[in-house]
């Protein structure tokens, strides 16, 4: 099972060597709970490891190895982020896709020796979403040939880029470019922001900590601002788009080519995604099958809590969507790694389908992973809100992904531009122009679904039902669009009166995507007691996610009551048949003690032994009288007894 969720048997086994030379590091464990850490100190300590790692991390990985990377990354320095978070996941990224042969060569080495630490700086403190309306910018001097940039008020600071505040010393950032009074839009530029000896911010700049977050706090989101601060020309990132010495322009092959930073990340972001997910539901169902309470039948003796229909439940479907997150996100990968090749090439004819798809994904699973989180702490009761289960840092982390790398609002926006395109070519009889990832609105579903009347079906039946639905509800949203339109209104603001709609479209289509990848890679799979297991949890999908969806069918009568009903038994069904497995699915992830964090999650479940050692280790309980009490509640006491 390792083996399919991390793409082959020789990942899986390099995933375990991996953990076992770091659980023969004492050096690079973390020397105390983080949750017992100040900010101070954990940034202190993520440093102290990652200085460590980049000694050693020859020995125990290949470098160059993305996945053997992060999986390093999630055991040694943990979600919480590090001093470099921004420097792999974005910085790099942003100048392989957008530096020229070049620049690359000049700046690629640097970065990857890890010479200079980098991040990506592009949301301002007024602007986040609409980069049309950022407002630092890069204005051309022809005289000297340097790009001037500049913060023109409190609102266009660079804010929250990750890293920036303390650990960077360069950034890639992201100005409007002026040459000779004309705004060319937002562009990329390399920026060195501090001294490489010294590390002091160079003169010109502002620059600093943004302060403590929800979650993520060892990095040092920052804020930025230049005072007619100066670059060379060849600073801008010339891979797409060119400023020659006399200040003449030329365009890049396709208006958003520089925004491939993003899209970078929203494509790698889902397994990323699927791995917290799979991380806060080991822990709660590891202590489910653990903590022990109340009886079902009252003749025996407490039962397992795992035992509860509604335990099962909460936590059983979340498994069945991390899977799919993985598996989807796999998918995706390998298709953003060929559009970023023919992009470099000169290809861009892919990147608006490859956006749309990336946009509807991260806003769906970022979500469903948030609430599968929470669920996993509520699931493990008081001990799931105690930072021991290190539940909540899982949950703040993950839903950092709902806001970055595009609001999902707003990337659900994208998508649906995207599909209302399509829905016109549906209605002009162009359905042979459709892409690949949206053919289905082109085809004539049947009047009622199959669901439950033809045996051994498979999943057919399922994604044509999720096919229905999607499109339906795309071609609705769209025929209320147009709608509008027609009746005078501007685009606008038809487009703002219809987009509840609309996003509810692009949460289907992404939901058939899912439902789909989940049902290719099943299909795939030779092992039959793999196949077997995964097919139950593939059921269980199908059939929640329908039941959740339902309103959409039988609002035009494709599902019956009586359909429903027979779905619902299918989730009853697939939770019964899902129960003895269900620690082994999340085992099966091979997440390391030291990965998880969790006093809860243990792997040896001596839960109770464990959460005692654990508060016992409290700063709090090193005295037994705190100074806050001899200070403050003793006189307050001793004055009230007098
Ligand atoms: C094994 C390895 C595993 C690795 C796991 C890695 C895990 C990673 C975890 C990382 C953890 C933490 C890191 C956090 C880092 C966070 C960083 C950031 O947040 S950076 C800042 C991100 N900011 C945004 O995302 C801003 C969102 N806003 C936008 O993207 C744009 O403003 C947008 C798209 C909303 C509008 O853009 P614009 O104003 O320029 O659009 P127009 O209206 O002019 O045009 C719309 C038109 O353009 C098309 N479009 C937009 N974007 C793209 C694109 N990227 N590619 C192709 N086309 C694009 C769009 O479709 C429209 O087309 P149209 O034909 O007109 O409909
Ligand atoms: C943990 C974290 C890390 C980050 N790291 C980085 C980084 O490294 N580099 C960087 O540059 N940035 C970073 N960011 C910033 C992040 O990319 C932005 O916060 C994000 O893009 C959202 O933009 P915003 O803050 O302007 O939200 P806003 O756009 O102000 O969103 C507020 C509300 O307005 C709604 N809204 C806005 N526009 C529209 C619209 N057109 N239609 C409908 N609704 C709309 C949104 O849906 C939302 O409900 C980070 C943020 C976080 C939380």
């Known amino acids: 099972m390792a083996a399919q969720i991390w793409g082959s048997e020789k990942r899986a086994r390099r995933r375990r060597e991996i953990s076992a030379k770091i659980a023969q590091m004492p050096e690079l464990h973390d020397s105390k709970p983080l949750p017992f850490m100040t900010r ?108 001037v940039l500049h913060t023109p008020q409190i609102t266009a600071l660079k804010w929250w880029p990750g890293n920036l505040g303390k650990s960077s010393n360069y950034a890639v950032v992201v100005a409007h470019m002026i040459i000779k009074a004309k705004n060319y839009g937002p562009h990329p530029f390399m920026v060195q922001l501090r001294d490489e000896k010294t590390h002091e911010p160079l003169p010109g700049i502002t620059i600093g ?19 007619k601060y100066r670059i060379p020309r060849t600073n801008l990132l010339m891979r797409h788009t060119k400023v020659e010495a006399d200040g003449t322009y030329i365009k890049p092959p396709h208006a958003k080519i520089n925004y491939s930073a993003m899209v970078h990340v929203r494509a790698y972001m889902l397994t990323g995604q699927a791995i917290m997910l799979a991380s806060a539901l080991n822990i709660a169902t590891r202590y489910s099958s653990v903590r022990r309470q109340g009886q079902i039948d009252k003749s025996q003796p407490e039962v397992k809590v795992l035992e509860y229909q509604t335990q099962q439940h909460r936590l ?33 004819s892919l990147m608006a389908d490859l956006h749309a798809l990336t946009s509807g994904l991260k806003s769906v699973v970022t979500y469903q992973t948030g609430e599968g989180i929470e669920q996993a702490r509520m699931a493990c009761g008081g001990h799931g809100y105690s930072m021991a289960s290190y539940i909540s840092e899982i949950y703040g982390v993950a839903i950092g992904g709902c806001t970055y790398e595009g ?90 009166k219809c987009s509840v709609e609309l996003n509810r479209a692009s949460r289907l289509h992404t939901r058939l995507f899912i439902v789909e990848a989940f049902v290719r890679r099943v299909n ?61 699915l999340l085992d099966s992830w091979e997440f390391s003690d030291i990965e998880l964090r969790s006093v809860l999650g243990r792997r040896d479940g001596n839960v109770y032994e464990n ?20 200070q403050y509640l003793k006189p307050m006491m001793e004055k009230a007894r007098l």
């Open 407 to 496: 609001e999902n609002m707003v990337m659900l926006l994208q998508l649906a531009r995207y599909l209302v395109k399509s829905a016109a070519l549906v209605k002009s009889g162009q359905s042979s122009k459709l892409g690949p990832l949206v053919a289905y609105l082109g085809v004539k579903s049947e009047p009622t679904s199959l669901i439950d009347r033809i045996p051994n079906s498979g999943f057919t039946e399922y994604v044509k039902t999720f096919q229905h639905v999607s499109k339906r509800q795309t071609l609705k949203a769209a025929d209320m669009f147009f709608g509008l339109m027609e009746k005078g209104e501007k685009r606008e603001i038809a487009w703002n």
């Open 40 to 147: 101070e100190e954990k940034i202190m300590e993520s440093a102290r490891k990652l200085t460590i790692l980049t000694e050693k991390m020859g020995q125990i990985i290949d470098p160059t190895d993305p996945a053997e990377l992060y999986h390093l990354n999630n055991e040694v320095l943990g979600l919480e982020g590090n001093p470099m978070a921004l420097h792999g996941v974005m910085f790099i990224p942003a100048l392989s896709a957008q530096a020229s042969d070049e620049q690359q060569a000049k700046w690629l080495p640097r970065a990857l020796r890890r010479e200079i630490i980098g991040t990506y700086a592009q949301t301002e403190l007024g602007h986040g979403t609409n980069l049309q309306n950022l407002e630092t910018t890069a204005t051309y001097d022809l005289a000297t040939q340097e790009f």
């Open 611 to 630: 959460l005692f050692k654990w508060a016992k280790s409290s700063p709090l309980n090193k005295t037994d009288v705190l100074s806050s009490v001899t």
């Open 209 to 227: 900590d943004i302060g403590p977050k929800m979650a993520y706090n060892i990095v040092d989101n920052g804020f930025l601002g230049f005072n």
């Open 524 to 584: 795939e799979i030779a092992d039959i007691r793999i196949k077997e297991a995964l097919t139950d949890l593939l059921h269980l999908h199908v059939n929640y996610e329908l039941l959740d969806i339902a309103s959409y069918a039988l609002e035009d009568g494709f599902l019956s009551a009586s359909q429903l009903d027979y779905i619902r038994d299918q989730v009853y069904l697939y939770l019964g048949k899902i129960r003895p497995n269900a620690v082994s």
């Open 316 to 348: 059983f479907p979340s498994i069945a969507r991390a899977y799919a997150f993985q598996f989807a996100g796999a998918e995706t990968v390998k298709l953003y790694e060929h559009v970023l090749k023919e992009m470099k090439s000169g290809n861009v």
